[in-house]
Protein backbone atom coordinates (compact mmCIF):
# COMPACT_ATOMS: atom_id res chain seq x y z
CA UNK A 1 0.00 0.00 0.00
CA UNK A 2 3.22 2.37 -0.20
CA UNK A 3 1.63 3.21 -3.26
CA UNK A 4 -0.66 5.38 -1.41
CA UNK A 5 -0.72 8.81 0.28
CA UNK A 6 -0.99 6.61 3.79
CA UNK A 7 -1.97 8.46 6.34
CA UNK A 8 -0.27 8.62 9.92
CA UNK A 9 -3.02 7.12 12.10
CA UNK A 10 -6.16 5.29 12.05
CA UNK A 11 -8.52 5.87 13.95
CA UNK A 12 -11.81 4.29 14.50
CA UNK A 13 -14.35 5.98 15.82
CA UNK A 14 -16.78 3.44 17.31
CA UNK A 15 -19.04 2.73 20.08
CA UNK A 16 -18.80 -0.11 21.73
CA UNK A 17 -21.02 -1.56 24.45
CA UNK A 18 -21.15 -5.21 26.21
CA UNK A 19 -24.38 -6.69 25.96
CA UNK A 20 -26.09 -10.18 26.88
CA UNK A 21 -28.20 -10.32 24.23
CA UNK A 22 -30.77 -12.69 26.02
CA UNK A 23 -30.94 -9.61 28.08
CA UNK A 24 -31.92 -6.92 25.89
CA UNK A 25 -35.65 -6.79 24.20
CA UNK A 26 -36.09 -6.00 20.36
CA UNK A 27 -36.49 -2.51 20.68
CA UNK A 28 -33.80 -1.82 23.06
CA UNK A 29 -31.31 0.85 20.92
CA UNK A 30 -28.53 -1.09 22.36
CA UNK A 31 -28.54 -4.05 20.23
CA UNK A 32 -27.87 -1.25 17.41
CA UNK A 33 -24.29 -0.45 18.75
CA UNK A 34 -21.66 -3.22 17.73
CA UNK A 35 -20.19 -5.45 21.04
CA UNK A 36 -17.49 -4.80 22.60
CA UNK A 37 -15.71 -8.03 20.97
CA UNK A 38 -16.34 -7.23 17.42
CA UNK A 39 -14.47 -3.98 18.33
CA UNK A 40 -11.73 -5.61 19.66
CA UNK A 41 -11.64 -8.08 17.00
CA UNK A 42 -11.66 -5.07 14.33
CA UNK A 43 -9.11 -3.17 16.55
CA UNK A 44 -6.46 -6.20 16.40
CA UNK A 45 -6.88 -6.43 12.75
CA UNK A 46 -6.39 -2.90 12.22
CA UNK A 47 -3.41 -3.15 14.24
CA UNK A 48 -1.67 -6.01 12.15
CA UNK A 49 -2.81 -3.62 9.10
CA UNK A 50 -1.22 0.08 10.34
CA UNK A 51 1.22 0.26 13.69
CA UNK A 52 -1.30 3.37 14.83
CA UNK A 53 -4.24 2.95 15.30
CA UNK A 54 -6.80 4.91 17.30
CA UNK A 55 -10.21 4.21 19.11
CA UNK A 56 -12.48 6.99 20.07
CA UNK A 57 -15.88 5.85 21.45
CA UNK A 58 -17.79 8.82 20.48
CA UNK A 59 -17.67 12.06 18.13
CA UNK A 60 -17.33 14.49 20.98
CA UNK A 61 -14.42 12.43 21.81
CA UNK A 62 -13.37 12.49 18.36
CA UNK A 63 -14.01 16.33 17.72
CA UNK A 64 -11.98 17.51 21.05
CA UNK A 65 -9.02 15.99 19.76
CA UNK A 66 -9.79 16.57 16.12
CA UNK A 67 -6.80 19.15 15.03
CA UNK A 68 -4.16 15.92 15.62
CA UNK A 69 -5.98 14.10 12.82
CA UNK A 70 -5.82 16.07 9.82
CA UNK A 71 -3.72 14.03 7.97
CA UNK A 72 -4.87 10.65 8.85
CA UNK A 73 -7.72 8.29 8.09
CA UNK A 74 -11.30 8.22 10.11
CA UNK A 75 -12.82 5.02 10.26
CA UNK A 76 -16.05 5.67 11.07
CA UNK A 77 -18.63 2.93 12.45
CA UNK A 78 -20.50 4.75 15.45
CA UNK A 79 -24.37 4.04 15.76
CA UNK A 80 -25.08 5.38 18.95
CA UNK A 81 -27.33 8.07 18.62
CA UNK A 82 -31.06 8.34 18.60
CA UNK A 83 -31.38 10.22 15.71
CA UNK A 84 -32.14 9.43 12.20
CA UNK A 85 -28.90 11.22 11.44
CA UNK A 86 -26.79 8.88 13.36
CA UNK A 87 -24.73 7.48 10.61
CA UNK A 88 -24.40 10.83 9.10
CA UNK A 89 -22.49 12.23 11.89
CA UNK A 90 -18.61 10.97 11.81
CA UNK A 91 -18.75 11.26 7.76
CA UNK A 92 -19.98 15.37 8.20
CA UNK A 93 -17.36 16.26 10.80
CA UNK A 94 -14.60 14.65 8.48
CA UNK A 95 -16.15 16.51 5.42
CA UNK A 96 -15.91 19.94 7.32
CA UNK A 97 -12.73 19.28 8.41
CA UNK A 98 -11.58 18.41 5.27
CA UNK A 99 -10.11 14.64 6.68
CA UNK A 100 -10.16 12.17 5.07
CA UNK A 101 -12.67 9.35 6.26
CA UNK A 102 -13.39 5.45 4.89
CA UNK A 103 -16.89 4.65 3.38
CA UNK A 104 -19.96 6.45 2.48
CA UNK A 105 -20.27 10.11 2.97
CA UNK A 106 -23.57 11.69 5.07
CA UNK A 107 -25.70 12.03 1.84
CA UNK A 108 -25.24 8.04 1.25
CA UNK A 109 -25.88 7.34 4.78
CA UNK A 110 -28.91 9.20 5.50
CA UNK A 111 -30.52 8.13 2.03
CA UNK A 112 -29.57 4.46 2.87
CA UNK A 113 -30.83 5.24 6.51
CA UNK A 114 -34.33 5.89 5.02
CA UNK A 115 -35.77 2.47 3.99
CA UNK A 116 -38.36 4.41 1.86
CA UNK A 117 -36.28 6.59 -0.04
CA UNK A 118 -33.92 4.24 -0.40
CA UNK A 119 -36.32 1.95 -2.37
CA UNK A 120 -37.40 4.33 -4.95
CA UNK A 121 -33.47 4.96 -5.44
CA UNK A 122 -33.53 1.30 -6.16
CA UNK A 123 -35.91 1.10 -8.75
CA UNK A 124 -34.72 3.95 -10.39
CA UNK A 125 -31.53 1.83 -11.39
CA UNK A 126 -33.25 -1.06 -11.98
CA UNK A 127 -33.92 -3.02 -8.90
CA UNK A 128 -36.46 -4.94 -8.08
CA UNK A 129 -38.11 -3.80 -4.33
CA UNK A 130 -41.16 -5.16 -2.38
CA UNK A 131 -44.33 -2.96 -3.17
CA UNK A 132 -44.93 -0.95 0.25
CA UNK A 133 -46.49 1.79 1.81
CA UNK A 134 -45.11 4.22 4.50
CA UNK A 135 -47.11 4.85 7.94
CA UNK A 136 -46.76 8.95 8.84
CA UNK A 137 -49.67 8.46 11.37
CA UNK A 138 -52.93 6.25 12.05
CA UNK A 139 -54.65 8.49 9.17
CA UNK A 140 -52.53 6.39 6.89
CA UNK A 141 -53.61 3.31 7.70
CA UNK A 142 -56.58 3.54 4.54
CA UNK A 143 -53.64 2.47 2.42
CA UNK A 144 -52.85 -0.98 3.97
CA UNK A 145 -55.75 -2.63 1.68
CA UNK A 146 -53.73 -2.30 -0.87
CA UNK A 147 -50.79 -4.63 -0.01
CA UNK A 148 -51.34 -8.53 -0.50
CA UNK A 149 -50.37 -10.26 2.41
CA UNK A 150 -48.34 -11.23 4.36
CA UNK A 151 -45.95 -8.21 4.82
CA UNK A 152 -43.41 -6.92 7.31
CA UNK A 153 -43.96 -4.00 9.40
CA UNK A 154 -40.88 -2.16 10.69
CA UNK A 155 -39.19 1.34 11.98
CA UNK A 156 -38.46 3.28 9.05
CA UNK A 157 -34.79 4.41 10.19
CA UNK A 158 -33.80 1.27 12.16
CA UNK A 159 -30.98 -1.22 11.65
CA UNK A 160 -29.36 -4.35 12.84
CA UNK A 161 -32.92 -5.49 13.11
CA UNK A 162 -34.19 -3.28 15.74
CA UNK A 163 -37.47 -3.64 16.38
CA UNK A 164 -37.88 -6.51 14.35
CA UNK A 165 -38.80 -10.06 15.47
CA UNK A 166 -40.98 -12.41 13.59
CA UNK A 167 -44.06 -10.78 15.02
CA UNK A 168 -43.37 -8.08 12.57
CA UNK A 169 -44.49 -10.61 9.89
CA UNK A 170 -48.36 -10.11 9.90
CA UNK A 171 -50.72 -11.77 7.45
CA UNK A 172 -53.55 -9.19 7.21
CA UNK A 173 -54.53 -5.28 7.24
CA UNK A 174 -55.83 -5.44 10.53
CA UNK A 175 -52.29 -7.47 12.37
CA UNK A 176 -50.66 -4.64 10.32
CA UNK A 177 -52.56 -1.66 11.65
CA UNK A 178 -52.45 -3.16 15.54
CA UNK A 179 -48.39 -3.50 15.17
CA UNK A 180 -48.01 0.00 12.92
CA UNK A 181 -49.88 1.49 15.99
CA UNK A 182 -47.02 0.28 18.38
CA UNK A 183 -44.19 0.73 16.32
CA UNK A 184 -45.39 4.72 16.01
CA UNK A 185 -45.57 4.81 19.85
CA UNK A 186 -42.04 2.82 20.55
CA UNK A 187 -40.11 4.20 18.07
CA UNK A 188 -41.59 7.91 16.95
CA UNK A 189 -40.68 7.75 13.59
CA UNK A 190 -42.85 6.65 10.34
CA UNK A 191 -43.19 2.69 9.47
CA UNK A 192 -42.83 0.95 6.97
CA UNK A 193 -44.98 -1.81 5.53
CA UNK A 194 -43.94 -3.45 2.68
CA UNK A 195 -44.75 -6.61 1.34
CA UNK A 196 -43.11 -10.62 1.82
CA UNK A 197 -40.48 -11.72 0.05
CA UNK A 198 -39.97 -15.32 0.41
CA UNK A 199 -36.96 -16.80 -0.69
CA UNK A 200 -32.93 -16.95 0.49
CA UNK A 201 -31.63 -14.44 2.54
CA UNK A 202 -29.23 -13.00 -0.12
CA UNK A 203 -26.17 -9.64 0.33
CA UNK A 204 -24.43 -8.51 -2.55
CA UNK A 205 -21.51 -6.90 -1.29
CA UNK A 206 -19.48 -4.44 -3.18
CA UNK A 207 -15.90 -3.00 -2.90
CA UNK A 208 -15.14 0.27 -5.17
CA UNK A 209 -15.60 3.65 -6.20
CA UNK A 210 -17.77 5.56 -8.44
CA UNK A 211 -17.92 3.11 -11.60
CA UNK A 212 -14.71 1.22 -10.78
CA UNK A 213 -15.53 -2.33 -9.05
CA UNK A 214 -12.46 -3.79 -7.33
CA UNK A 215 -14.87 -6.42 -5.81
CA UNK A 216 -17.86 -8.05 -5.35
CA UNK A 217 -19.19 -10.84 -3.36
CA UNK A 218 -23.18 -12.50 -3.14
CA UNK A 219 -23.43 -14.46 0.46
CA UNK A 220 -26.61 -16.06 1.40
CA UNK A 221 -27.15 -16.56 4.98
CA UNK A 222 -28.75 -19.51 5.72
CA UNK A 223 -29.71 -22.00 8.30
CA UNK A 224 -27.73 -25.26 8.69
CA UNK A 225 -30.71 -27.48 9.76
CA UNK A 226 -33.36 -25.73 7.83
CA UNK A 227 -32.54 -24.73 4.67
CA UNK A 228 -36.10 -23.58 3.75
CA UNK A 229 -36.11 -21.22 6.74
CA UNK A 230 -36.16 -17.89 5.39
CA UNK A 231 -38.86 -18.72 3.33
CA UNK A 232 -41.54 -18.46 5.43
CA UNK A 233 -39.08 -16.14 8.28
CA UNK A 234 -37.30 -13.18 8.46
CA UNK A 235 -34.05 -12.35 9.35
CA UNK A 236 -35.07 -10.66 12.00
CA UNK A 237 -33.38 -9.67 15.87
CA UNK A 238 -34.29 -12.74 17.05
CA UNK A 239 -31.72 -15.05 14.53
CA UNK A 240 -28.79 -12.54 14.49
CA UNK A 241 -28.51 -11.90 18.02
CA UNK A 242 -29.97 -15.63 19.80
CA UNK A 243 -27.31 -18.41 20.53
CA UNK A 244 -29.84 -21.21 19.04
CA UNK A 245 -29.33 -20.56 15.57
CA UNK A 246 -26.86 -22.37 13.34
CA UNK A 247 -26.28 -19.99 10.94
CA UNK A 248 -23.86 -20.39 7.97
CA UNK A 249 -22.76 -18.10 4.86
CA UNK A 250 -22.31 -19.57 1.88
CA UNK A 251 -21.46 -17.96 -1.61
CA UNK A 252 -24.62 -17.41 -4.26
CA UNK A 253 -22.73 -15.20 -6.83
CA UNK A 254 -23.11 -17.18 -9.32
CA UNK A 255 -26.97 -17.39 -8.66
CA UNK A 256 -27.19 -13.15 -9.32
CA UNK A 257 -28.86 -12.37 -13.06
CA UNK A 258 -26.87 -9.93 -14.66
CA UNK A 259 -29.07 -7.33 -15.34
CA UNK A 260 -29.29 -7.44 -11.20
CA UNK A 261 -25.29 -6.80 -11.07
CA UNK A 262 -25.66 -3.99 -13.55
CA UNK A 263 -28.60 -2.23 -11.67
CA UNK A 264 -26.42 -2.95 -8.33
CA UNK A 265 -23.45 -0.89 -10.42
CA UNK A 266 -25.86 1.90 -11.44
CA UNK A 267 -26.69 2.39 -7.67
CA UNK A 268 -23.74 2.34 -6.46
CA UNK A 269 -22.21 4.96 -8.86
CA UNK A 270 -24.82 6.99 -8.26
CA UNK A 271 -24.26 7.18 -4.36
CA UNK A 272 -20.86 7.90 -5.44
CA UNK A 273 -18.91 8.49 -2.14
CA UNK A 274 -19.65 5.38 -0.69
CA UNK A 275 -16.93 2.57 -1.69
CA UNK A 276 -18.52 -0.37 0.43
CA UNK A 277 -21.97 -1.07 0.78
CA UNK A 278 -24.21 -4.29 1.34
CA UNK A 279 -27.21 -4.56 -0.88
CA UNK A 280 -29.78 -6.95 1.45
CA UNK A 281 -32.80 -8.87 -0.34
CA UNK A 282 -34.40 -12.09 -1.16
CA UNK A 283 -33.56 -14.08 -3.86
CA UNK A 284 -35.61 -16.63 -5.63
CA UNK A 285 -36.98 -18.09 -9.05
CA UNK A 286 -38.42 -14.56 -9.88
CA UNK A 287 -35.00 -12.80 -9.26
CA UNK A 288 -33.53 -10.67 -6.68
CA UNK A 289 -35.67 -8.04 -4.37
CA UNK A 290 -33.66 -5.70 -2.41
CA UNK A 291 -34.45 -5.04 1.28
CA UNK A 292 -32.32 -2.34 2.51
CA UNK A 293 -29.11 -0.71 1.29
CA UNK A 294 -26.35 -0.75 4.11
CA UNK A 295 -23.18 1.51 3.63
CA UNK A 296 -23.18 1.37 7.19
CA UNK A 297 -22.57 -2.44 7.34
CA UNK A 298 -21.31 -4.83 10.21
CA UNK A 299 -17.70 -5.21 9.46
CA UNK A 300 -17.23 -7.90 12.38
CA UNK A 301 -15.83 -11.36 10.59
CA UNK A 302 -18.63 -13.24 11.25
CA UNK A 303 -20.98 -10.74 8.99
CA UNK A 304 -22.45 -10.93 6.30
CA UNK A 305 -19.71 -8.55 4.45
CA UNK A 306 -16.29 -9.77 5.29
CA UNK A 307 -17.60 -12.98 5.84
CA UNK A 308 -18.77 -12.97 2.46
CA UNK A 309 -15.41 -11.87 1.02
CA UNK A 310 -13.98 -14.87 3.16
CA UNK A 311 -15.82 -17.53 1.82
CA UNK A 312 -13.35 -16.72 -1.53
CA UNK A 313 -10.42 -17.12 0.45
CA UNK A 314 -9.65 -13.69 1.66
CA UNK A 315 -8.43 -13.49 5.43
CA UNK A 316 -10.60 -11.02 7.65
CA UNK A 317 -7.78 -8.49 7.37
CA UNK A 318 -7.19 -8.62 4.16
CA UNK A 319 -10.77 -7.10 3.37
CA UNK A 320 -9.98 -4.50 6.05
CA UNK A 321 -7.09 -3.49 4.55
CA UNK A 322 -8.99 -3.52 0.79
CA UNK A 323 -11.25 -0.99 2.20
CA UNK A 324 -8.77 1.12 3.62
CA UNK A 325 -6.38 0.56 0.03
CA UNK A 326 -9.61 1.33 -2.12
CA UNK A 327 -10.87 4.64 -0.18
CA UNK A 328 -7.23 5.96 -0.51
CA UNK A 329 -6.42 5.40 -4.08
CA UNK A 330 -10.48 7.24 -4.23
CA UNK A 331 -8.69 10.32 -2.35
CA UNK A 332 -5.74 10.23 -4.75
CA UNK A 333 -7.72 10.01 -8.15
CA UNK A 334 -9.54 12.93 -6.60
CA UNK A 335 -6.55 15.11 -6.02
CA UNK A 336 -4.83 13.99 -9.24
CA UNK A 337 -8.15 15.11 -11.50
Known amino acids: MSQFNYPETIILVADAFDYDGASLDVNNRLIDR?????????????????????????????????????????????????????????????????????????????????????????????????????????????????LDYPCVVKPLFEGSSLGISQVNLVDSGSAAKKLARVLLKEFRQPVLVEEYVPGKEVSICIIGWGDNIKLWEAGERYVEDKEDYFLTHLYSYQEKKGEDMCLSLRSVRNEIPYHTLEACWKIFNTLDKVEFIRIDGRLNEAGFSVIELTPETHLGADAEFCGSFMTQGYTYCEVLAFLIENCLERYQNQSAS
Request: aromatic share 10%.
Open 34 to 146: PHRSYIDEMLAALESIHPNVIWYDSPAEFINKIDLHKSDLIFPYWFGADSRNRHSLVPAICESSGIRYLGGDAYTKIVCNDKNLSKHLCREAGLSTPKSILIKTEADFIFLAQ
